[in-house]
């Protein structure tokens, strides 16, 4: 009986053991964030508070930024800020990509943001979970992984 008890606390700390490694492989990468909402670019920048975080609020700053500055990660919105046209550049300087949109999940768009080399395509619904979708992003990439893999985590 002990040591049934023993494994149900083992199991309810994997939670807090889970959040750790995704704080610890975020911990003071330089994400840059895209959106012409103040309030989701504030909302990312709080959920995202373990990284060195870029905020852009239009496509010209956004492409200032990738075109001069080292970055681990952006997060592109689609819409407002020609997300497309940035997640180009973004490829072109290799930096990784999750495009981000405040419409529902589309066919079209999710196969356009991976055609053109999104990492991930993420409602803005799950902006809270952006952490657990960048620490799979970035883990995939150092081990090496495909990250089409991933594209189940916005079904989810």
């Known amino acids: 009986m002990v040591h049934h008890s023993r494994r149900a606390a083992k199991d309810h700390q994997q939670p807090f053991r889970d959040e750790i490694m ?3 492989i975020l911990n003071y990468k330089r994400v840059l964030i895209v959106d012409d909402e103040s309030d989701v670019l504030e909302s990312l920048e709080n959920v995202l508070s373990m990284c ?8 010209e700053e956004a492409g200032k930024i990738l ?19 940035l997640l180009d550049i973004a ?3 290799e930096v990784l990509a999750v ?4 419409h529902a999940l589309s066919v079209e768009d999710t196969e356009k943001s991976f ?3 999104a990492a991930l395509y993420v409602p ?3 902006l809270n979970d952006m952490p657990v979708y960048l620490s799979d992003v ?11 893999a991933l594209k189940h985590v916005i079904a989810d």
């Open 124 to 126: 803005k619904e799950k």
């Open 52 to 59: 060195d975080v870029v905020k852009a609020g239009s496509f």
């Open 138 to 148: 970035l883990e995939a990439q150092s081990e090496g992984k495909s990250l089409s």
């Open 91 to 93: 490829n072109q300087k």
């Open 99 to 102: 495009m981000l949109t405040a």
């Open 22 to 24: 995704t704080m610890d």
């Open 67 to 85: 075109e001069n500055e080292y970055l681990d990660i952006a997060v592109l919105d689609i819409m407002g800020v020609d997300g497309y046209r």
């Open 115 to 117: 055609e053109r080399g």
